[in-house]
């Protein structure tokens, strides 16, 4: 067991599996910069910021802020922005997530 700050357990990165896209064109189309979206990992939490990457059949979200117990077989579900009217662009299952560099570094100091 490690004592640490909670910010040490949020999640910055997941990659999802079986992925349903719904916007507008293909996925293999999204540029390499990624799009800008909102993703919701957690029922009872609003959807937050996050950033949509496809490359080499790989897709991955950047939640700007963090989110905390994201764990495998969850879903993400991804809107067009955190309003009640927002748009649905698709979703899929999490794979496996990565904490943020600061997230890790913080870890390494308390091991």
Aim: with cysteine.
């Amino acid at each position: 067991v490690i004592v640490g700050p909670r910010e040490a357990l949020e999640t910055h990165k997941i990659y999802l599996r079986a992925m349903n896209w719904l916007g507008d064109g293909p996925l293999s189309d999204i540029p390499a910069g990624g799009i800008e979206l909102f993703a919701k990992v957690r029922s009872t939490r609003p959807p937050r910021p996050a950033v949509l990457h496809h490359r080499n059949g790989v897709i991955s979200v950047e939640l700007a802020d963090g989110e905390s117990g994201i764990a495998p077989g969850q879903a993400c579900v991804l809107y067009s922005d955190d309003g009640n009217e927002a748009r649905v662009f698709g979703g899929g299952f999490i794979e496996r997530s990565e904490r943020g560099a600061e997230a890790e570094a913080m870890l390494s100091r308390l091991a």
